[in-house]
């Protein structure tokens, strides 16, 4: 049996669950994160709502350096979603991701151990 590949993005989602759809974009997100994660790096989230998709990340310390390489992973998340990419904002908070985050209630992707 031959099996047809869908076009990637939002219109792979169609007519899929809200969960399916989150499960997919902690898939793309791990795989965006590749490489970039640095020790100042403690936690990622993602959620995805009616206005596009959020994305959640908890740092020790805000630097140009780590400022660098979450806009690499929000440029390799685009490219993975392409051609059908939503908008996409980005959170980020410093300081520990425990209890109460910001990226709480999204779906968490990672968070170093304490």
Known sequence: MRRTL????????????????????VVILTQAMLGLVSTSLLGAAVEANHDGIVLHFAVSAVSVEQTEDIDDIVGDFEAFLYPDVPPISVKVFEGTPTYGWPGDDAREVFRVKI
């Open 6 to 25: 869908q076009p990637r993005g939002r219109t792979m989602m169609a007519g899929r669950s809200q969960s399916h759809e989150v499960n997919y974009l």
